[in-house]
């Protein structure tokens, strides 16, 4: 993503700089950025001088001949690359995991065993699996704003600009023959469409154990340095016409209309590189006051209330390996985000990133009071001040009712008994009744699947303290009631909701369900498990959604405002859009990570270092045995570098979630890793993007090339790919 134009200065000034530089001044050292397609032109000259080697018409064009056509979005929020003419797509090993998971059991474990189809025969069908090509990315903002003023309300904009893009993506589908969304850009002031087309019949072709796939586990999750190939392979089908088709035993391997060549000639810290794929969401031009609300509420809660969480949540894993099977997907998923927002917290504030927000606010100030074309601007950041600050307590109330009680697991599947009061309330006949009312339990049942109920209470102890930590006002009067009965003592009011909810087991709720009578609601109402759902979404709709709600219809306008007034006073400087789960490129280079100007880190890691690591009493350090054979023979085939087995690197692009398993590509264009994660501080860079600390990790190809030969006999596989060393 941002690369580097290194200007000398002198130590004091580099020292003040570092403090001082508004965001985003165009700083001397790097090049943040994730470019729209058709809008690469602005970056040409420097992706030239810093190490791009091909015209800028062959990674975007719309002749069909473009590497956007090789670059697809995988699923819902994943990123795949096309390596051979047949379809076939890489991506991330923990982008293929539900896929994984879908296929695994009947004695089946791909997650121990890994999976490598011999030929096209085992490929295996994985329903409701998608990916999606790019063929032409398209201005529309004229014909979606056209004459809508700028200080028009965003409610008033937002209905005129729904039927237009409604309008405009059937003209457009129509004269292209391929489906199209349009997103808005900016914060709403330009409107892109992209032209698309979604393939549905997807396979499952090669899967790394986890002992490869996801080695490290969380504890080397947002971690620089890093020993996981986070890859897996899955192939693309297509009807007998090479278009999208339901799937069908009869289907082809698709025939893109281009692949990735892959460059194993080796690389080195310097080298240009790029990551193509699709960033789901940034926030790079928030003001300071918005940012307060992220670093000094929403990612302190979060963090405190998952800490809690997940130390229940570890101990009883580790006492019973039931418990353990149980949640560990969903440790995996609750530990991702506390992991990334205590690296965003530590990043931010280390940058002071709020300090240099109010900086550049007022360099705008002045800039707003001087400017005739746009009177609307001067007024913005009083307005965003007092909107953000109006929310302060409503906004940290949230947050505690989402991540601590509602982080609750049997509160959270209360809910549920409200539904079935709706539908006991409804007049129904007995019959049609308890017809609504089983399936309601049916539907629910899936919740026990991967539920404990002891892991659960111990949870609710520890949360619901962390919640009454707040001030009385913030805390709905049943909370305190039940305090009062229980004279605090927490294990008491726990063992009470537990042993008496209808939620406690899977059995209890459907055996209450199936003789119930309209008269029995009683029971309903007054679960205890209910009632602190029940209290809880009353105090939030009545105390706290209205402010917030009157805050997301504000912000999202003046914001929008302010970003239009931000690119009319820096008129030369280009700017890119956030993130949006729109194709992107980022471009930068091969970089190692010194964070605190101690020894630093190497760009690169090896599988030395990995076999180094392992250690059988954890499950997530141990090595596969054939891992550790070939390792120890030095069996790499064609792709180890003087006897040695890169295993992944980094780089200065800027990525986001959702970047996962883009294509990293060098100056040519040409495939050298898989992009899937960043390292720990760096994650600010969803608000700001610092050169000194912001990295995007991938797998090296090399390896990914290695484990599919060597470790999973699945040379057939490399046969179809191109592969150049040059
Ligand atoms: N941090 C990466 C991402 O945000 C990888 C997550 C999967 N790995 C894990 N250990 N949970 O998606
Ligand atoms: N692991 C992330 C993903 O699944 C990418 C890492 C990041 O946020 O940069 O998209």
């Keep these: 993503m941002f690369k580097s134009i290194t200007v000398k200065k002198s130590l004091a000034t580099a020292v003040l700089m570092a403090g001082l530089m508004p965001c985003w001044q165009p700083s001397a050292i790097a090049k943040e950025g994730m470019w729209l397609p058709p809008s690469l032109s602005s970056q040409e000259r420097e992706m030239k001088a810093a190490g791009l080697q091909i015209a800028i018409d062959k990674i975007y064009n719309e002749n069909g001949t473009g590497l956007n056509n090789a670059v697809v979005l995988f699923g819902k929020g994943c990123t795949g690359e096309i390596i051979s003419s047949k379809g076939l797509l890489l991506t991330n090993h923990h982008c293929g995991y539900s896929s994984a998971q879908a296929l695994s059991g009947d004695g089946k474990d791909f997650f121990a065993d890994g999976y490598w189809a011999k030929d096209f025969k085992e490929e295996l069908p994985c329903k409701g699996l998608t990916v999606t090509f790019i063929r032409k990315i398209q201005n529309v903002t004229d014909r979606i704003l056209q004459d809508i003023a700028d200080t028009v309300a965003n409610d008033i904009r937002d209905s005129i600009v729904k039927v237009r893009v409604a309008l405009a993506e059937k003209e457009i589908a129509k004269e292209s023959g391929y489906e199209v969304l349009i997103k808005p850009y900016f914060k709403g002031n330009e409107y892109w469409a992209a032209i698309h087309e979604t393939f549905r019949d997807i396979r499952f072709v090669g899967f790394p154990p986890n002992g490869i796939g996801a080695f490290g586990g969380d504890e080397e999750n947002w971690m620089w340095p890093r020993h996981t190939g986070d890859f897996s392979i899955f192939r693309v089908y297509a009807g007998a016409d090479n278009k999208p088709a339901d799937y069908s035993p009869d289907n082809k391997p698709y025939e893109s209309p281009r692949h990735f060549t892959i460059n194993t000639g080796g690389i080195k810290e310097g080298d240009f590189t790029m990551v193509y794929g699709f960033p789901g969401t940034t926030n790079e031009y928030i003001s300071s006051f918005a940012l307060k609300h992220v670093y000094s509420i929403a990612d302190p809660i979060s963090i405190e209330a998952r800490t809690r969480k997940l130390d229940v949540w570890m101990t009883h894993m580790k006492a019973d390996r039931n418990i353990f099977i149980k949640y560990t997907a969903k440790r995996a998923s609750v530990a991702n985000g506390w992991k990334k927002w205590q690296g965003e917290v530590t990043g931010l504030k280390l940058n002071n990133v709020t300090g240099k927000k109010e900086i550049y606010e007022r360099e705008f100030t002045k800039w707003a009071a001087a400017d005739k074309t746009m009177p609307w601007a001067d007024d913005l950041l009083p307005r965003m001040k007092k909107a953000a600050e109006g929310v302060d307590k409503e906004k940290t109330e949230y947050q505690y009712i989402k991540e601590a009680v509602l982080g609750i697991e049997i509160v ?315």
């Design 412 to 726: 959270q599947h209360a809910a549920i008994i409200g539904k079935m009061l709706a539908v006991m309330r409804a007049g129904l006949a007995q019959d049609t009744m308890k017809d609504s009312l089983l399936s309601l339990v049916k539907a629910g049942e899936g919740f026990y699947k991967n539920y404990d109920l002891a892991t659960d209470r111990d949870v609710f102890m520890s949360l619901m303290t962390y919640y009454l930590q707040q001030p009385p006002e913030a805390i709905p009067d049943h909370f305190k009631k039940s305090q009062a009965i229980y004279a605090g003592n927490m294990q008491r009011w726990a063992d009470m909701v537990f042993n008496k909810s209808l939620l406690s087991n899977r059995q209890k709720l459907s055996a209450w369900a199936t003789n119930a009578t309209p008269a029995d609601s009683a029971a309903l109402i007054t679960d205890p498990a209910w009632q602190i759902y029940d209290a809880i979404d009353n105090h939030n709709k009545q105390k706290v959604q209205p402010a917030l709600k009157e805050y997301n219809k504000e912000m999202p306008y003046l914001e929008r405002l302010y970003m239009k007034a931000q690119m009319a006073q820096n008129k030369n400087k280009v700017f890119y859009p956030d993130a949006n789960l729109t194709l992107r490129l980022a471009w930068g280079k091969i970089k190692g990570l010194d964070p605190d100007g101690q020894a630093g880190y190497s760009w690169q890691t090896t599988l030395d270092e990995a076999i180094a690591l392992d250690d059988t009493s954890k499950e997530i350090f141990t090595v596969p045995a054939k891992l550790k054979e070939l390792h120890q023979r030095k069996d790499y085939g064609r792709w180890s570098e003087k006897g040695v087995m890169p295993l992944a690197f980094i780089a200065t692009n800027h990525t986001t979630g959702g970047n996962s398993g883009s294509p990293v590509l060098n100056g040519k264009g040409q495939l050298i890793g898989t992009n899937f994660d960043r390292a720990n501080e760096g994650t600010m860079s969803d608000y700001y993007f610092d050169p000194s600390r912001c990295r995007n990790i991938s797998v090296d190809i090399r390896y990914t090339l290695f484990i599919i030969e060597k470790f999973g006999g699945a040379g057939w596989l490399i046969d179809e790919m191109d592969i150049v060393t040059k």
